[in-house]
């Protein structure tokens, strides 16, 4: 399966998935370590960005896996169900979206730029 160019997508597009999901918490935990006043947006944005990206990559090996990935043989439909559970934990990612846009947009209105180098 693993020659199959489709699956080969798959692969790459979790991997970019997971890799971002990383570093965009690593970058979190800096600043929140460095007392950075965007550490706050960079939280929201995890919310809102982890989960969903953990959705995809389960959703994605669903898609590899057909019918067997809802089955009980594999752990796939249990980490699904969960994958969507975590996009409403931490409250809805509108309430996450609509609080970093205010947080980017007052540091513009301020005179400050905003670093997403950081």
Same mark, same amino acid.
């Given at each position: 399966? #693993?020659? *199959?160019?489709?699956?080969?997508?798959?692969?790459?597009?979790?991997?970019?998935?997971?890799?971002?999901?990383? &570093?965009?918490?690593?970058? !979190? !935990? $800096? *600043?929140?370590?460095?007392?950075?006043?965007? !550490?706050?947006?960079?939280?929201?944005?995890? *919310? %809102?960005?982890?989960?969903? =990206?953990?959705?995809? %990559?389960?959703? /994605?090996?669903?898609?590899?896996?057909?019918?067997?990935?809802?089955?009980?043989?594999?752990?796939l439909g249990r980490?699904?169900?969960?994958?969507? %559970?975590?996009? &409403?934990? @931490?409250?809805?990612? $509108? %309430?996450? /979206?609509?609080?970093? =846009? #205010?947080?980017?947009l007052r $540091?513009? $209105?301020?005179?400050?730029?905003? @670093?997403?180098? #950081?």
């Open positions: 399966m #693993k020659d *199959k160019q489709f699956i080969q997508g798959f692969i790459a597009d979790s991997y970019m998935d997971i890799q971002a999901a990383r &570093l965009m918490t690593i970058n !979190a !935990a $800096e *600043k929140v370590a460095d007392n950075d006043p965007q !550490a706050r947006t960079a939280i929201s944005a995890i *919310k %809102v960005f982890v989960p969903a =990206a953990y959705h995809r %990559v389960v959703d /994605r090996a669903i898609q590899v896996w057909g019918g067997a990935g809802l089955s009980n043989d594999l752990p980490m699904y169900l969960a994958a969507r %559970v975590r996009q &409403l934990a @931490d409250g809805p990612d $509108e %309430v996450h /979206r609509i609080l970093m =846009a #205010k947080n980017i $540091e513009y $209105e301020s005179g400050n730029t905003w @670093d997403f180098g #950081k």
